[in-house]
């Protein structure tokens, strides 16, 4: 009977034990767990993950095009502006039977410039002219008996000891009556008031004609 009460007390003891052992065991583990969460900051259990982003490379720029500067106008050439000149001569000649312009033409070889009228023609020679001596008027040809339109002329002189011009008469003798020192030319004033700045231009023109033909270029004197 003794021995039989050891042996209970004794299985007793060992139940006691193992569950001392597996509490023992069940605290440590709930610990450790504890601490595991403890260890991981709040911020990253509560808050979604941000996602990656990746640095887009610009790319390469294309340098602007620039656009190209027309080229510079050509300057006109001697028979270029003889030409504009003889155009005008005749298109805005006068009709009063005695200044009109009935043919011009020019020698580039000796710079002479012809221009036929009813009562002759005149040789100019454009490399004897100064072209600072350049004059506008409007004069009224019109005399007792013959009643004319206003004309508009552009007179200038020749380089001192030189002969700006000689005319000749229809039977194409020298006319001495005509001077030589100086040469006009006639347009038609109210032909010529129908084109802007036409006295500007042909300003231009004759000066930059008489420069080409080896006349005295036009200076800026003040």
């Known amino acids: ?73 050509p300057e006109p050439t001697q028979q270029d502006l003889f030409d504009y000149l003889r155009g005008k001569l005749l298109s805005l000649s006068p009709d009063d039977g005695l200044n009109d312009n ?53 007179t200038l002189t020749s380089q001192s000891g030189k002969k700006a011009r000689v005319c000749y008469d229809k039977r194409n003798q020298i006319n001495p009556s005509a001077a030589s020192n100086r040469i006009r030319l006639f347009f038609s004033h109210s032909k010529a008031d129908a084109i802007p700045d036409f006295m500007n231009s042909m300003d231009k023109a004759v000066k930059k004609l008489v420069a080409l033909s080896g006349g005295t270029p036009e200076k800026k004197i003040f």
């Open 1 to 73: 009977m003794t021995q039989l009460v050891c042996v209970c007390t004794a299985v007793l003891l060992l139940n006691l034990s193992a569950c001392s052992i597996e509490t023992v065991l069940h605290g440590l583990s709930s610990v450790q767990t504890s601490e595991t969460q403890q260890s991981v900051p709040p911020d990253w259990q509560s808050q979604p993950a941000k996602p990656v982003v990746v640095a887009q490379t610009a790319p390469p720029t294309t340098p602007a095009h620039k656009a190209k500067k027309p080229d510079p106008k």
């Open 102 to 154: 009935l043919e011009v033409s020019f020698d580039p070889a000796t710079s002479i410039m012809s221009i036929t009228q009813p009562d002759g023609h005149c040789d100019i020679f454009l490399n004897a002219i100064d072209a600072n001596s350049a004059l506008w008027e409007a004069v009224d040809p019109s005399d007792t008996y013959h009643p004319r339109d206003e004309l508009l002329r552009l």
